[in-house]
């Protein structure tokens, strides 16, 4: 199986939302832009976000077995994905490569 690296891009908040919607949080998230992880055999590395590998998984577990080309062309590489995690109010984007 290959290792998949994957890199937290951006955040987005939408503060609109979370005045509207959300009940206040203290802290909602420990991720920060540019940090990374590795994936061993398809497995949820060590400290990533549960809730964001929950968005991810799938395509993790398919690139570490080789597979790729994701709907058809929609990567530059093929061996690649751009996932959001679930949160609705501040998601974030994590680039998804297969390093190996």
């Known amino acids: ?9 951006r955040q987005t908040v939408y503060p609109d939302l ?3 919607y959300e009940n206040p949080i203290e802290h909602a998230c420990d991720v ?11 497995k949820c590395p060590e400290g990533m976000c549960l809730s964001a ?9 398919s690139l570490a077995m080789g597979e790729g080309n994701f709907f058809d062309g929609w990567m530059k590489d093929p061996m690649s994905a751009m996932i959001s995690c679930n949160d609705g109010f501040r998601p974030f984007s994590f680039y998804i ?4």
């Open 53 to 61: 590998w929950q968005s991810m998984q799938s395509f993790v577990e």
């Open 32 to 42: 920060r832009e540019g940090q990374q992880w590795i994936s061993i055999d398809g």
């Open 1 to 9: 199986m290959r290792k998949v690296r994957i890199t937290a891009l």
């Open 97 to 100: 490569e297969v390093i190996d």
């Open 18 to 20: 979370m005045e509207k």
